[in-house]
């Protein structure tokens, strides 16, 4: 038992994982009913932990966590899959098994589940060539609650002499690999899995060559994935120490690295110097434009120097498919050195398809090259998404000493096809639309086809649809219905009310599909390609309004002009509709209102069709033309019985908006009219002269006139510019706003200041803590970020303490360059800030960004004490500790039982027993869950405290 004593002495406080011999003995004892007390299993330990340091390295290679949602959406039930990459030959430190920590705060040791079957039935892992061995560790957890967790796995060792990473003892630094998972709204968002990655984290390179990886990503929910560059960790939220990038080793070539953020490429040009080299990367998954989840993957590349150069893949690098069709593609492998054979391979989303999934048709073996394959895929219609698939060929050769690859990534596109055989046909005031059924994608397998959008513009735009590019999106048209699924006579149609005589109106016809939460609600939506368009023009047998504008601006005398054009022959039927013709002029207040009473002297009568005059001409007055603006109509009567016939369509004044702020007006202005204004002058008046300047032309219902003085006055009219797109109607219809002014003033508050905080635990600290704890806050001048900003005259600092609720103010700066402030909790340093920038005028910023600090709790405990009165040493106590609340100790003899417990942090244990005997020499074991002081609160310690006390009595 000395021996086990010395042993235990020297590891000091640290734990280490079994090995597969004392996996063994562990299940040995576990299946044995007496071997299954606590004796035993703290006598186990000790046996453990008595085998050397030098046996615990797990040489990690590579590695990354995947999450799989099982069961409903609504369940909190994940699979998780841990894949690690380790040195074959470090038998001693094989791992059976690996420690998970959920995020939830609880773990689990997950046993590895790949490879033939080893020694009390866990698997051994799958041998690789070069070294290397894959594990696969499985585990499958309940979540209590719907959040977003850190799902991580951190061991103690990486393989040595990796060249970027803490060179050349890369064997002490710890492999920290997580993946932040987020459970979504079962209702809105459906369910949630990470992608997978299908091309391993272990590759191959040669000095002088680009090297090429691409880790393959697929998302099962098919969500958007971007990538990202990162530097690799040894625990969380802690790079590894010495770390540098590929490219940063060696000199005297070109050497660059890239990772594309949307395809995965990684492109190294060129390796100078042969070796093991690590990189990570950090996969973002999105859904609707908002992040879900992150994957980090930390692999490995080993570079040869060698003479060999990599084959060479021809193929396409995009292609788009309309679902129901089948993708044949060829691809070529090709390798410049001759007398070498090449084996072609192909990984990706399409292979992994639950619904006829892709095939790749290559030999099996490596043959002389050019080595052909044929990469086939029949498409259907549960493929449409609005993501890429990502398909990664490789080719590899046979060289013996460093055989290489060449990775292309093909990039597909699965679109919906458009719907077919759309017809419009006019009515007197309608156009019904309708189009081909069955469409092709109806039948998509989970409610994933969602009907059909109706789109519509005034005139044609006849583009030639791309395939590549679904929907209408900047083409035009207006969506003028959604999910329209209604058959009449076996076609789909809808009926288009919302027209105005004499128009030409084009239609387009767009299939919807979408992914379904459990309550039905639809999330990635996607649209088909648009069908052909068809174009149909109105009949014009009612009048049309061509003005309505403002003569002149005045609160009780205003005045405005009304002008309208008579119908066209022959789409009114004089026959039908005999004379005489009579219009009546209708006026409502406000913009697009409906509250019409007749213009005193609006009405008009001719006793025959062609004695009406073509253009009408109305002067409105007396009206408040400067607050309110008016909406027209026309009707007609025909016949001696003055029958109702129609009424054109209802069109408003331009009524022009003024926002006066800092050194500027801001100008907005809203119509309701039949045509289209597709230009508008912006008209200022010259105090000068009278007269109106022209200051601006803009296709937009707004306008910003900037650099004006704060206090004078400055007047606007607005003058658009359209047209009805309709035969023998005038080409450009002017149309007046009324005159609005506006008297620039300071209302306008500085930028939010741009906010940073700083402490003592942001450094790596090994000293004595200071007495006087302080969060440094430093921060942007707005004026420096909006440099338009008139003024900044001060700042108000707000902190929120942990566990409260409300900030408070906590200091005020009177000098705009003064932007750094020290402050002093009551109590540690963490709690979060934000800051307000104010101006001369008391105009007051939105808040800064809101910085939360934390504190950095240090526990650590010593591993031998001697409890012999001699004052020096005498009592087990932690070595100095900050922000820590409370502890739950226990401690145990070597046999499980407890001789000790504590809930004080200052522990200060005399060695005696919870009876007051004084204990013998020799080892207890102990555990302590340790509570700190963050800034969410009092929260328990990631991980518990474990180890050894050895009890001396000289």
Wanted: one cysteine or more; glycine letters at 8%.
């Amino acid at each position: 038992m000395s021996v086990v004593k010395e042993k235990i002495c020297q590891i000091s406080d640290k734990t280490y994982p079994l090995t597969p011999t004392t996996r063994v003995l562990g299940r040995y004892i576990g299946s044995n009913p007496y071997f299954r007390s606590m004796v035993a299993k703290r006598l186990l330990l000790i046996l453990v932990l008595a085998l050397p340091i030098s046996l615990w390295a797990t040489h990690n290679r590579a590695g990354e966590i995947t999450v799989e949602q099982i069961g409903n959406c609504s369940e909190l039930t994940l699979r998780v899959t841990v894949t690690t990459y380790t040195k074959n030959s470090s038998f001693a430190a094989d791992r059976d098994s690996v420690e998970v920590f959920w995020g939830d705060g609880t773990t689990q040791w997950l046993y590895r589940t790949n490879g033939p079957t080893g020694p009390g039935g866990i698997p051994f892992g799958e041998v690789l060539a070069n070294d290397i061995k894959k594990n696969l560790y499985v585990g499958i957890h309940v979540y209590p609650a719907r959040a977003t967790y850190r799902i991580s796995m951190n061991d103690p060792n990486r393989i040595d002499n990796i060249l970027n990473v803490n060179y050349p003892n890369s064997v002490a630094i710890p492999f920290y690999i997580e993946t932040i998972y987020t459970f979504l709204n079962p209702q809105f968002q459906g369910c949630n899995s990470t992608p997978v990655l299908l091309q391993p984290p272990i590759d191959f390179g040669c000095v002088g060559r680009t090297f090429v990886h691409n880790p393959n990503a697929s998302d099962p929910d098919k969500d958007s994935l971007s990538y990202h560059l990162i530097v690799p960790l040894q625990k969380q939220g802690t790079e590894v120490p010495k770390y540098q990038y590929p490219n940063q080793i060696g000199s005297g070539g070109p050497n660059t690295i890239t990772l594309n953020p949307v395809t995965g490429e990684l492109r190294w040009e060129t390796p100078l110097v042969s070796g093991e080299y690590n990189i990570a990367m950090i996969i973002v998954e999105y859904r609707n434009g908002v992040a879900l989840d992150t994957i980090i993957r930390d692999m490995q590349v080993l570079v040869n120097d060698c003479n060999n150069n990599p084959p060479v893949i021809e193929t396409k690098e995009e292609i788009c498919v309309i679902a129901g069709d089948t993708l044949e593609l060829d691809v070529l492998a090709k390798d410049p050195d001759a007398g070498q054979k090449v084996l072609l391979t192909a990984l990706g989303g399409p292979f992994i398809e639950p619904i006829s999934p892709a095939l790749f048709f290559a030999p099996s073996t490596a043959a002389t090259p050019p080595v052909s394959g044929v990469f086939f895929w029949p498409t259907v219609c549960e493929h449409i998404s609005k993501q890429t698939y990502s398909v990664v060929f490789k080719a590899v050769d046979n060289d013996s000493t460093s055989p290489l690859a060449d990775l292309h990534t093909l990039l597909i596109k699965v679109v919906g096809p458009p719907p077919r055989d759309v017809k419009a046909n006019p009515g007197r005031d309608t156009v019904t639309v309708t189009w081909e059924s069955p469409y092709r994608c109806e039948d998509a397998a989970n409610d994933f086809f969602r009907g059909f959008s109706v789109w519509r513009r005034i005139g044609s735009n006849p583009f030639a649809i791309d395939t590549c590019t679904p929907g209408l999106a900047g083409k035009g048209y207006t969506r003028v219905a959604f999910k329209q699924k209604i058959l009449v006579n076996g076609r789909y149609t809808y009926i288009d009310t919302d027209v105005e005589a004499g128009r030409t109106y084009c239609y387009r016809i767009v299939a919807d599909f979408a992914q379904l939460s459990s309550a039905g609600n639809p999330f990635n939506q996607v649209e088909s390609l648009p069908s052909q368009e068809v174009c149909v023009q109105l009949s014009r047998n009612l009048p049309l309004l061509t003005t309505v504008s403002v003569e002149s601006t005045d609160l009780s005398s205003g005045e405005m002009e009304i002008v309208w054009t008579k119908p066209r022959l022959p789409d009114l039927d004089t026959l039908l509709y005999p004379g005489p013709y009579r219009y009546r002029l209708l006026r409502s207040p406000g913009l697009g209102t409906a509250n019409w009473t007749p213009v005193p002297g609006g009405d008009y009568t001719s006793p025959t069709f062609v004695a009406a005059n073509d253009t009408f001409v109305r002067f409105d007055t007396p009206l408040d033309t400067r607050s309110t603006p008016f909406t027209y109509q026309i009707e007609l009567y025909t016949g001696v019985s003055n029958e109702l016939l129609g009424a054109s369509a209802a069109a408003s004044s331009i009524y022009l908006n003024i926002a006066s702020t800092d050194q500027r007006n801001m100008l907005s202005w809203m119509e309701e009219v039949p045509w289209i204004n597709y230009l508008y002058q912006v008209e200022r008046r010259n105090i000068t002269t009278g007269l109106w300047d022209s200051i601006a032309v803009t296709a937009d219902s707004n306008y910003e006139d900037a650099g004006l003085i704060n206090g004078d006055e400055y007047c606007y009219r607005i003058r658009a510019f359209g047209e009805y797109g309709i035969d023998n109607l005038p080409d450009t219809l002017i149309n007046l706003s009324q005159e609005n002014c506006g008297i620039p003033l300071d209302t306008v508050p500085p930028c939010p200041p741009g906010l940073m905080v700083s402490n003592i635990c942001d450094t790596v600290f090994d000293g004595p803590f200071p007495d006087v704890l302080e969060n440094s806050l430093s921060w942007m001048n707005p004026l420096s970020i909006c440099p338009g900003v008139s003024d900044v005259a001060g700042y108000q600092i707000y902190f929120r303490a942990p566990g409260e609720d409300q900030s408070e103010l906590v200091g005020e700066i009177f000098i705009a360059e003064d932007t750094f402030e020290i402050h002093r909790p009551a109590t540690g340093l963490a709690g979060c800030y934000f800051i307000l920038a104010l101006d001369s005028l008391g105009n007051v910023s939105q808040p800064s960004n809101t910085v939360c600090v934390d504190n950095c709790p240090d526990y650590r405990l010593p591993n031998t004490f001697t409890p012999n009165g001699d004052n020096q040493n005498d009592l087990f106590k932690p070595y100095p500790y900050r922000f820590i609340e409370q502890i739950d100790l226990k401690i145990f003899n070597r046999w499980g039982g407890q001789v000790f417990e504590t809930t004080d942090p200052d522990i200060l244990w005399d060695g005696k027993d919870q009876a007051g005997k004084e204990l013998s020499d020799g080892t207890y074991f102990y555990v302590c869950k340790v509570f700190e002081r963050r800034v969410q609160g009092i929260v328990p310690a990631a991980a518990l405290l474990e180890g050894y006390i050895q009890l001396i009595r000289p």
